[in-house]
């Protein structure tokens, strides 16, 4: 007798309910910060337990894109709040001391995707880009430059003033002002020799070694909205990322 194996398309049905929770955050039926309905509304709303939904909802906890808040109910992670803010930032004090970057806009202009960002973002070669260049400060410090490409079809309007007059993080500023939140990251890692410009902005010779990251930071469906490129000086600071 021939064993007979599972179709390879066959989801078990807490991952079916996290597809369609997903589903609906794509779709904005609820806002970062905002309660989604209860485990028992769910189940009555998806014909599934109650133990699938909160299978369904503990997976999208761990992911960072839900939070739960004993005795108040579960909620819409939002990088407004203290504890996600700057989740994305992996580049740390060797002291262990918690700092809180200053932002210092360099530039922001429009320009054309090369071929190389179009990929990352998932737009046309030549589609029209804002290209964001800042300095991260740690007390004083400069200590990372940041250069940010995202698609002007999907911020509109961007301008310096309106970043300047914003207060929080770049990942803070795409959730309130545009409702895209960035739920992940993918990162590439390499050491590059400090460009002169750069070099400049971080006070530094130029050629000093810098820890270069690039990244590409995904929102809800896995649509890719930012490419960015970190230049780190690591003298007294480390990349730091905890593996689970």
């Not at 007798?1 to 078990?12: C, I, V």
């Not at 309910?17 to 189940?43: D, F, M, N, R, Y």
């Not at 995202?150 to 309130?176: C, D, H, I, N, Q």
């Not at 010779?205 to 929102?219: H, K, S």
Request: charged share 25%.
């Amino acid at each position: 007798m021939t064993e007979t194996l599972p179709s390879p398309s066959f989801r078990p049905l807490y991952e079916q309910i996290k597809i369609l929770l997903t589903q609906s955050l794509v779709a904005g039926e609820w806002k970062p910060g905002e309660a989604i309905p209860s485990e028992i509304e769910l189940a009555a709303r998806f014909r599934v337990s109650q133990g699938t939904v909160r299978k369904a909802i503990d997976e999208l906890a761990s992911e960072h894109i839900l939070v739960r808040r004993q005795g108040k109910g579960t909620f819409v992670a939002s990088h407004s709040e203290p504890s996600y803010q700057y989740r994305f930032l992996r580049v740390m004090p060797d002291s262990g001391e918690k700092l809180h970057p200053h932002s210092v806009l360099v530039e922001v202009r429009k320009g054309k995707a090369s071929a190389e960002i179009a990929r990352a973002l998932a737009i046309k070669a030549g589609a029209p880009v804002h290209v964001i260049k800042r300095v991260l400060e740690f007390r004083g410090r400069p200590l990372i430059h940041d250069e940010m490409v995202l698609a002007a079809a999907r911020f509109p309007g961007l301008t310096v003033p309106k970043l300047e007059e914003f207060k929080g993080s770049m990942y803070s500023f795409y959730e309130a002002v545009y409702g895209l939140r960035m739920i992940r990251a993918e990162e590439r890692i390499r050491a590059l020799a400090a460009p002169e410009a750069v070099a400049g902005h971080l006070r530094v010779p130029p050629g000093t070694p810098l820890l270069c990251v690039d990244r590409i930071a995904f929102t809800y469906g896995d649509m890719p909205v930012e490419w960015r490129r970190g230049l780190c000086l690591t003298d007294g600071f480390s990349y730091f990322n905890e593996l689970a």
